[in-house]
């Protein structure tokens, strides 16, 4: 191993072991739910729909697009491609069972042997804001 490579391995170590509990906080940015400004899109009212009723609509793609990268992105991937922290959504079916999927993961959150996974956002987003999350994830390409 060279020098400098050895001397970068060093100076990364004492890094991380300076300041482990500080970088990993910083490495998730502010896991605040952001909100999502949803002018443009048809209100939904008051019952949740079962079925992504923006699918395909360009206006619910922008909208869902940032608030992806304002909430999800952290744990879901950048651009909707998983970096193995958590579940890639583009393999989601885009039909009724991946929007039944979506829709109860997102409002409830998630919890798998008793370890708590995923907030839940049914308190903190709109029934649109989710839907246009959805339409984004449906829009990315899967490879």
């Known amino acids: 191993m060279s020098r400098v490579r050895a001397a970068v391995c060093?100076?990364?170590?004492?890094?991380?072991?300076?300041?482990?509990?500080?970088?990993?906080s910083w490495a998730h940015g502010d896991v605040t739910p952001q909100p999502?400004?949803?002018?443009?899109?048809?209100?939904?009212?008051?019952?949740?729909?079962?079925?992504n009723p923006y699918r395909g609509n360009e206006t619910a793609i922008k909208i869902g697009a940032s608030a992806y990268n304002q909430n999800c992105a952290r744990c879901h991937g950048l651009e909707a491609i998983s970096g193995g922290i958590a579940p890639d959504l583009r393999g989601l079916e885009k039909d009724a069972s991946g929007d039944a999927w979506f829709l109860n993961r997102i409002r409830k959150g998630a919890t798998i042997n008793g370890d708590f996974k995923m907030p839940p956002f049914e308190k903190l987003m709109s029934q649109e804001a989710m839907w246009a999350i959805r339409s984004y994830i449906d829009s990315r390409p899967t490879e």
């Open 10 to 24: 060093v100076a990364v170590s004492a890094a991380v072991l300076l300041c482990g509990g500080t970088m990993r």
């Open 36 to 51: 999502v400004d949803t002018t443009g899109l048809e209100p939904l009212g008051e019952e949740w729909r079962k079925e």
